[in-house]
């Protein structure tokens, strides 16, 4: 299906589905922290992420692609994805499992940093002084936040929350590659069937039994995962990166609500000086990529 013709409309459209979708990205961090909490082990918790997302995921392939738009030609691609993805989840769930909601938060949206050095290492793009500046106040925010002599919250979540931002970013890279002849929803898909295998074998050694509360926790920590990873995918169907990718700062919004309002956590100071920066360098980044490509695509025109 040929992506539509962006208008005015179809802009707040997209705008709306990316802050829901952050909202509900919140939600299911939360969720990861609440059934943790219970005695869910991090493996379980994985495994009904991903069990209780598919479902949701190939109906809406079905329902707006059809069944047969996954099939795809790039297997190998999307192993490698599959397994950078899976790590990427294990430090993903383990910062906000190990941090505040809001701390694990902010420091995921370090990840333009990294995906900005590891671009100009790996993939040799220009990186300009503006793009530099924009990474060092951005790990200035990232110092200030975590404040190293203080101990408000731990050293080792925090080097989690890094790491699983360097993957992010590593992540993001493969997915340029697959991107330019995969749909997103189609990657998603493949990622959650081949994560399966891997993570049900994990499960014979740390499944267990829950209670019923367990239970409707894990099942709600997979729906509004697999509905938030489809909110992102529709809103940059209808519109630029550019225009959606500010909305997912929201988030910051909501992690702090949800740690309020079930753990009695409220952020101090520095880790809202921390925030301010890094969000503004990863929108400065942003910007800049942006940019970049209305140039690229000025001299391929002319």
Not at 50 to 65: D, G, K, N, R
Request: net charge positive; proline share 4%.
């Amino acid at each position: 299906m040929a992506t539509p013709t962006i208008r005015e409309e179809r802009v707040f459209f997209a705008i709306g589905l990316r802050l829901a979708a952050m909202l509900t990205l919140a939600m299911m961090f939360a969720l990861v922290k609440l059934v943790n909490a219970r005695g869910v082990h991090l493996g379980e918790a994985l495994f009904y992420r991903q069990a209780f997302a598919l479902p949701i995921v190939f109906a809406w392939i079905c329902m707006t692609q059809g069944a047969k738009s996954v099939r795809t030609g790039r297997i190998g691609l999307h192993l490698s994805r599959t397994a950078l993805g899976l790590l990427g989840m294990i430090f993903n769930f383990g910062s906000f499992i190990l941090l505040p909601l809001t701390e694990a938060t902010t420091i995921g949206f370090s990840m333009p940093i990294f995906a900005t050095i590891l671009s100009a290492i790996l993939l040799k793009e220009a990186t300009g002084i503006h793009r530099w500046a924009a990474v060092l106040i951005g790990f200035l925010g990232v110092l200030v936040m975590v404040r190293p002599d203080a101990s408000h919250f731990p050293l080792l979540g925090v080097a989690v929350a890094l790491v699983a931002a360097i993957l992010t970013a590593s992540i993001s890279l493969l997915l340029r590659t697959l991107g330019r002849t995969e749909g997103a929803a189609v990657t998603v898909f493949w990622f959650t069937v081949l994560s399966m295998p891997p993570l049900g074998i994990t499960m014979l050694f740390v499944g267990q039994s829950h209670d019923p509360l367990t239970w409707g926790l894990l099942a709600l920590m997979g729906i509004t995962g697999g509905i938030a990873q489809l909110f992102m995918t529709g809103a940059l169907r209808w519109a630029p990166v550019s225009v959606v990718l500010p909305m997912d700062y929201s988030s910051i919004l909501w992690a702090t609500v949800f740690g309020w309002l079930v753990w009695n956590d409220w952020p101090v100071v520095s880790t809202w000086i921390g925030a301010a920066l890094i969000v503004s360098s990863g929108l400065y980044i942003a910007w800049r990529e942006h940019v970049r490509l209305r140039t690229n695509r000025e001299v391929v025109i002319q």
